[in-house]
């Protein structure tokens, strides 16, 4: 099956620190790939996305590479903001017709500290 | 622009009560629409989804069930809400090849 692994948080960092959040990946297919972001008490937004090898995706200083070769999606920020602080997932779905659903990870918190 | 809406955005009910949770798209025409539940400290489970009028596919069997009664609308139930229904509940639409796009959320606590 379709399954979405991601580094366990809670992730602290200090302002303006490096930001890497690990995900990885199984597919029966071809998948899209992306990242989606959950402020404090609000709905999932996406951040950035990936639809095939190689592509990378970013958005707000955010970037994350499609590794075919990895199965690998990892989120990277050169130097996070207090305003980053959110529960990130990572997600895929497969392309084709039927391809209703995302699979997601369970979700990394990031908590940036002043 | 398109637009979705979740009411009531926070709930509390005790055990054994009904549940109605509502979802509304604006904005778009036969949108696929979905309910996800992210329970504490857990990620983000698919519990159905729709992709037109009165189809309703369920991706994990539970008290729970959903109609979509309109084009633009899905509501999601329960006739007898237990404990574990307590969770972060959020619809989402898609069309076609866009992506999925998500409400603002309800937070239901069961007591």
């Known amino acids: 099956g379709n399954s979405v692994t991601q580094m366990e948080g809670p992730v602290t960092l200090s302002e303006e620190a490096f930001l890497t959040i690990n995900c990885t990946y199984t597919?029966?297919?071809?998948?899209?790939l992306f990242w989606y972001v959950q402020y404090p008490g609000e709905g999932l937004q996406l951040l950035l996305k990936?639809?095939?090898?190689?592509d990378k995706g970013s958005n707000k200083g955010f970037e994350a590479t499609y590794r075919k070769e990895t199965t690998s999606f990892h989120l990277e920020k050169g130097s996070v903001q207090v305003s980053d602080s959110a529960v990130y997932f990572c997600?895929?779905?497969?392309?084709?017709?039927?391809?209703?659903?995302?699979?997601f990870g369970k979700g990394t918190k990031l908590s940036v500290i002043p | 622009s398109q637009t979705i809406h979740q009411w009531p955005a926070t709930l509390v009910q005790p055990v054994g009560s009904p549940l109605s949770l509502e979802c509304t798209v604006e904005g778009t025409s036969n949108p696929n629409l979905y309910w996800y539940r992210q329970a504490a400290g857990r990620g983000l489970q698919l519990l159905f989804y729709s992709v037109g009028i009165g189809q309703i596919s369920s991706e994990v069997p539970q008290n729970l069930s959903a109609s979509r009664p309109q084009d633009r609308q899905f509501i999601l139930s329960s006739k007898k809400l237990l404990l574990s229904d307590s969770g972060f509940y959020l619809c989402a639409w898609k069309q076609g090849t866009y992506e999925q796009y998500f409400g603002p959320g309800t937070r239901l606590t069961v007591t």
């Open positions: 997600a895929l779905r497969l392309t084709g017709a039927g391809s209703y659903q995302l699979t």
């Open positions: 597919a029966t297919g071809y998948p899209s």
């Open positions: 990936a639809t095939k090898a190689d």
